[in-house]
């Protein structure tokens, strides 16, 4: 088998597909990347590490795009990753990237004098871990939980009291950042056909 072949196949398709698919992108590059690094795993397995190496120089010098040393490293990494964790379509290779040094899925490790960057295009900060009980106490008709929860209907997230709606952890207590941006995207869909009238 020509390694050098199947992986500059992979990444060209890979390119000419984000040109005409952007919408299922993620899911697609993740796979040729997969595949990729399946392939610099057996290559290295045959020939050394420092094929990696020659493979960036020559991808870097026909493709004309940055296929550093590091991110085919990291392409077999992604690979090596997925034989233990299952790979999620939404996330894009930066996601991965952060996760490759985790030992199990709830675990971040560095060391006392790194910094994490990590890219991305917008930051949402969720520290919360229960609601503020001066919601419960300064919101008269608001129906709550026993725990400080609110109550909301399951389908529009609106509360007890008219024209509220609400959604995340002081709904569900502390969960993802995620559920707490559906329940948010819900909670918009319902307040719109309210004011819309639908």
């Given amino acids: 088998m020509n390694y050098y072949n199947e992986i500059k196949r992979e990444l060209i398709d890979n390119e ?3 040109k005409v698919k952007d919408y299922s992108k993620n899911k697609y590059e993740i796979q040729k990347y997969y595949n990729v690094g399946k392939l610099l795993s057996e290559a290295g397995n ?3 590490e420092a094929i990696i190496k020659e493979y960036s120089k020559k991808l870097t010098n026909e493709i004309g795009k940055k296929y550093s040393v590091r991110y085919l490293f990291d392409m077999r990494k992604l690979y090596l990753f997925s034989k233990v964790h299952p790979l999620g379509a939404q996330l894009t290779m930066s996601h991965y990237r952060l996760l490759f040094p985790l030992n199990d899925n709830n675990e971040i ?3 006392s004098n790194q910094t994490l960057f990590i890219d991305c295009g917008t930051v949402v900060i969720a520290i919360g871990q229960s609601p503020n009980p001066l919601i419960r106490q300064t919101t008269p008709g608001l129906d709550c939980q026993k ?5 909301v209907e399951e389908e529009t997230n609106h509360t007890s009291k008219e024209g509220v709606w609400a959604g995340g952890d002081v709904v569900t ?3 993802t950042v995620i559920l707490a941006m559906g329940a948010g995207k819900k909670a918009a869909k ?3 056909e309210k004011l819309s009238g639908e």
């Fill in 46 to 48: 045959n020939y050394g």
């Fill in 109 to 111: 490790v560095l060391s």
């Fill in 173 to 175: 207590g502390a969960a």
């Fill in 147 to 151: 725990w400080g929860g609110i109550i």
């Fill in 190 to 192: 319902a307040i719109d």
């Fill in 16 to 18: 000419l597909n984000k």
